[in-house]
DNA sequence: ATGAAAGCGCTAACAA
DNA sequence: TTGTTAGCGCTTTCAT
């Protein structure tokens, strides 16, 4: 069992001190090519390898990242994720994941358990219900320690530090602009009911988009939902009860969800109704049509986040130089929005 | 910064002993409750936490673990991943995860860097391209190193380790079966081509059930295919010279494109062709129609998988005990196939 | 009841 | 060129 090698071992083989061994290894010019050889050929062989629990409580640097992802199942996550091990990876970092499962407590427990020296810094998503409860002192409090942190999608004000945010209002307005210029008339839109600012710009950049062309907000047209089963309901009622010819859905599985519906009252998408999502994941992409639908660069923003983050962990910024980066989406035409020939 | 308080600047602050500190933190008898209380109250209002680098050292345990996930944009994998988390979380494990993007040097970089003292175990799933290699000498290595390792899903025999998988052919046979009990003659069965077990076996499965109702294979139905764009010709031109009236779909993209093609086609489902998918996510979920599909517990392979490392780490079972573990699949009926009022 | 000292695996300043 | 020693933060004998 457990036969990893030493060093000390190392040295007690070979008639060495154990400084001698480390020197060897670390390839220092101090040692003999002669010795260092020996050393070198009998630690290849042991298939030594360094103990890097030993390394970083010597030099308080861990080389690993812990990483908060309020949930895994949305494939926007899962996809920053992937950004950021990336970039880990290609610097040498490690992440230790965890997930929060949307749960104050778990994100509460979980920075407290890995800010004890096991990471060097954090790149963290707020969980849903730490945004409603609107206490952020753990993240105050590993802030104040010293351990940087990078907050992606999910930010909050109150918390200073660096964040990687989507364009969220842009994003909404544009889609919903692309929707009227394709001649859509009556635009619903498909939002939750959580609390998150994030939907909240979404809706601003939907409404905004109304104004700008005069288009007077119908608040039968836009549905807040929190299960997906009164999501359907809701749908449909307002199908029954209003015209409409576009929605615009706030996330990836509203979008789906309507398109279910619109499929199964056999309505023409887009013919009769126009449907634009956001987040561009697999399932807008797999859906039947196709939907046209707001990509969020989720690999960009890990990137982004995984290298501001190792930048202020290897100090090539200054701790306090604070900075928030908005990372764009674009829109990616599919098969649920009409066909337009005049490009703006 | 980092004003992480530790157990010697404790004691230097109220003139004892390093040791005392050390005692009193961990209540031990040995101390007096007064000594204790000073201490305990100096320690809370410091905000100490114990380092846990210097705890590892000393102990030789991690409490940490080491995840590696093929792919974490399968959906498959999130939820494998949902369910370790959760009995990691709750046994006071940490983990560290590491997408290997079915790479084989990736994986073997990763297992390497990780087996130093990092981690106290492995729960792994090996990469596609390691499959392909054959060489599984970096997983043997750390074993024989007393590193107990938990393979999950994509598993391999000259690797002598705990293993959980699913039912494969159990799983594709009686899919295949439903179909045929549902009255389709003329079952097509699209498969990836790539040269993974789990794909065989649920062949194997499909062929089973074929031969079990005196069916001669038809070549002709079985598609197996690389990339996406292929498949979607594959499909089409399978459609167009054969006569088909069910498909079975070895994993849940494969089930998504069909459902496209399909719907392109205008052909109705399930009524003109059934469709049954494997790996019940939510692509099968909220495609049009939704999927009936072969459901595979993720969740429940990743709880089992954790559970037995941990049992192995804290040798709750002999290093030696080498189980596998076979996850056992539902269908989960949709509307891709006919309702069938005999029930079986 | 308290403290001194050794040690986990390693590095680095200093001596030889 | 090699070795001795102290120390990273903590636990744990063994003294006191």
Redesign the pocket.
């Known amino acids: 069992m457990s036969k990893r090698i ?3 071992q190392i040295a007690a083989a070979l ?6 061994v ?2 060897a ?2 390839d220092s ?4 090519e ?3 050889k020996k050393i070198q050929d009998y630690a290849k062989e042991h298939k030594y ?3 890097t629990l ?2 970083s ?4 640097k861990t080389k690993t990242i812990g990483i908060l992802l309020p949930n895994i199942l949305t494939y926007y996550y899962a996809r920053v994720l992937r950004g950021i091990e990336e970039v880990t990876t290609e610097k040498g970092y490690n992440i230790i994941t965890c997930i929060t499962n949307e749960s104050y407590k778990k994100e509460v427990d979980t920075m407290e358990m890995l800010s004890n020296g096991t990471i060097d810094g954090f790149i963290a998503c707020i969980s849903e219900e730490t945004l409603k409860i609107g206490n952020f002192d753990h993240f105050k409090n590993i802030l104040e320690d010293g351990t940087p942190i990078v907050l992606y999608d999910r930010v909050h004000a109150e918390i200073n530090c660096d964040k990687v945010v989507t364009d969220n209002i842009k994003s909404a307005y544009k889609a919903t602009r692309f929707l009227m210029r394709s001649e859509c008339k009556n635009i619903a839109l498909i939002s939750t009911s959580e609390g998150l600012d994030i939907g909240k710009f979404r809706v601003d950049g939907y409404l905004k988009a109304l104004r700008k062309y005069d288009v007077i907000p119908n608040e039968d047209l836009i549905i807040r939902y929190n299960d997906e089963e009164n999501l359907k309901d809701a749908i449909n009622k307002m199908l029954d009860e209003n015209k409409v010819d576009g929605i615009f859905t706030i996330d990836e599985i509203s979008g789906a969800i309507t398109t279910q519906v619109l499929n199964k009252r056999n309505i023409k998408i887009p013919q009769e109704i126009s449907i634009i999502g956001f987040t561009n994941g697999i399932l807008s992409r797999y859906s039947t049509p196709p939907l046209t639908s707001v990509n969020r660069f989720a690999h960009t923003t890990g990137k982004v986040a995984a290298k501001r983050l190792i930048d202020k962990i290897e100090e090539k910024i200054p701790f306090d130089d604070i900075v928030t980066e908005i990372i764009k989406t674009k829109l990616v035409e599919r098969d649920s929005t009409k066909k337009m020939f005049i490009k703006f």
């Open positions: 030493t060093i000390k008639h060495v001190s154990i400084s001698t480390s020197k290894l670390n010019y101090e040692i003999s002669e010795t260092k390898k360094p103990n030993a390394l409580l010597q030099n308080k």
